[in-house]
């Protein structure tokens, strides 16, 4: 059973920086495109990044572009990732999750919340 636990939200200023951790088991972790979804309050989920195996090809949503890094580590299967310049409109509960080994795909259909997701608030 695919099994993500995400970490690492908090509360930050605007222009502050968090890196999110995702922990995935249950799944052959290295034939699998991980990405990192958001939903905020009464809005619907949007796909933030992917990153792609075997070559690490990474993709991000447009806001998210040379604001965000996702990254991974094969030999723990987790995946990062770090946010900065981050704004209020950021803020959400930022999940992971996969859709098959293609992030095109995982993107363009985000999969539900499996967990708790970690909480991001962009405030002052």
């Known amino acids: 059973q695919w099994h993500f636990v995400e970490s690492g939200g908090d509360l930050v200023q605007p222009g502050g920086s968090l890196t999110l951790s995702c922990a995935a088991s249950?799944?052959?972790?290295?034939?699998?495109?991980i990405g990192w979804f958001r939903q905020a309050p009464g809005k619907g989920r949007e796909a933030v990044s992917c990153i792609e195996p075997p070559n690490g090809r990474t993709y991000y949503m447009d806001s998210a572009k040379g604001r965000f890094t996702i990254s991974r580590d094969p030999a723990k299967k987790m995946v990062f990732l770090q946010m900065s310049s981050l704004k209020p409109e950021d803020s959400a509960i930022y999940y992971c999750g996969s859709r098959g080994p293609d992030c095109v795909f995982t993107m363009t259909n985000p999969p539900p919340r499996g967990g708790q997701g970690t909480p991001v608030t962009v405030s002052s």
């Open positions: 249950g799944f052959p972790f290295d034939s699998h495109a």
